[in-house]
């Protein structure tokens, strides 16, 4: 299904770029044969570390650019002197029509400005949202927005709200994805005025929604919802607080473990099963987040990931690409036609 798609990389972005892209790359190639990669850096380097891996070699270009966008670079001014750097260019190929989809482990914010201002929204959809996937006791459950909108409104919620339920559809699979809106209760009077206002228009609309209704942090975990909504500020802290809470319980582990010589001998009796729950909980199975409502896909790798986990963040972008995803929200929108209905405070189609 990968054969004949073409991907670019922004090749110098991340902790460990570019060596970590490479053999992040070796990965994907093996996985996606039939994957063309369009690599932007140092041709240099990228050179030099591809002549290591023949069998890869033959499935890239190379793109010499002369700059890197840094880690700490403000995203007005990536957007401003970034222009000849590895991520703009490698934006630009998307824009262009050279290459399917972009993947990047560089500056978040930067890569969000230059990606909105390159490839603009799609039809219908006033603000891209970063969208990923947390584990849960039911399996995964696909979370947005996680950090590209602050502040949000009603309007922006229910675009996410759209855009969440056709991934889970399209690229998931599922029948009827149920969507909740993130918020400090379950009860109808709870939360501010956008998110209240947010659940009367998905509640009372004509939109093809399965909605559950307000959702509290612990049902992120349960998988009490296949898709939560939430603005940025909101979803970013649940994001941070998981990954935390994920290092502290294995600190806590570790400790535990080494502390006599009965733990430790317990320790070896029950490594198969601490072996499979580290697996279920490897941060890199679920990195990839998605930038949904580009017109373009692109996929933000975490910076600090490594060759595991960039070739998932790769896999995204492939499985996006594979289940036409863009061309499956334009079509969305365009059969929605989400126009405000002022009087009852609702979309009507």
């Known amino acids: 299904m990968s054969k004949g798609h073409i991907i670019a990389l922004d090749a110098m972005g991340g902790d460990q770029a570019p060596e970590m892209v490479i053999r992040g790359l070796e990965i994907a190639h093996e996985r996606f044969p039939g994957i063309h990669f369009l690599l932007f850096g140092d041709s240099k380097r990228l050179e030099g570390l591809l002549d290591e891996t023949p069998a890869l070699h033959k499935a890239c270009s190379v793109?010499?650019?002369?700059?890197?966008?840094?880690?700490?670079?403000?995203?007005?001014?990536?957007?401003?002197?970034?222009?000849?750097?590895?991520?703009?260019?490698?934006?630009?190929s998307v824009r262009d029509g050279l290459a399917e989809?972009?993947?990047?482990?560089?500056?978040?914010?930067?890569?969000?400005?230059?990606?909105k201002f390159v490839l603009k929204t799609l039809p219908g959809?006033?603000?891209?949202?970063?969208?990923?996937?947390?584990?849960?006791?039911?399996?995964?459950?696909?979370m947005l927005d996680l950090g590209?909108?602050?502040?949000?409104?009603?309007?922006?919620?229910?675009?996410?709200?759209?855009m969440g339920e056709v991934f889970a559809r399209t690229v998931l699979g599922l029948d009827k994805p149920s969507i909740g809106l993130l918020n400090v209760g379950s009860e109808q009077r709870k939360g501010h005025d956008s998110v209240r206002r947010a659940r009367d228009i998905l509640r009372h609309s004509h939109l093809p929604i399965r909605f559950h209704g307000f959702v509290e942090g612990d049902d992120i975990a349960a998988g009490t919802v296949d898709v939560i909504v939430t603005d940025g500020f909101s979803g970013n802290i649940a994001l941070k607080t998981a990954e935390g809470i994920v290092h502290l319980y294995t600190n806590y582990l570790k400790k535990a473990y080494r502390a006599t010589l009965v733990s430790r001998l317990g320790?070896?009796?029950s490594r198969g099963a601490l072996q499979r729950l580290k697996s279920r909980l490897d941060p890199r199975i679920y990195n990839g987040a998605m930038l949904l409502g580009l017109n373009g896909i692109v996929v933000k790798s975490h910076g600090g990931t490594d060759a595991v986990g960039f070739a998932n963040a790769v896999g995204v972008a492939v499985d996006m690409i594979n289940n036409d995803f863009n061309e499956i929200i334009k079509e969305e929108f365009e059969t929605l036609n989400l126009e405000p209905d002022h009087d009852s405070q609702a979309f009507v189609l």
């Open 101 to 115: 989809g972009v993947v990047s482990a560089g500056n978040t914010g930067a890569l969000m400005a230059i990606a």
């Open 148 to 162: 590209a909108n602050v502040e949000c409104d009603s309007d922006n919620l229910v675009q996410f709200a759209v």
């Open 63 to 92: 793109h010499h650019t002369v700059d890197v966008v840094s880690a700490e670079a403000k995203p007005s001014q990536a957007l401003r002197n970034g222009g000849e750097s590895s991520m703009r260019v490698a934006i630009n």
């Open 125 to 142: 959809i006033d603000r891209p949202a970063i969208a990923s996937f947390f584990p849960t006791q039911k399996g995964e459950t696909l």
């Open 267 to 269: 320790y070896l009796l």
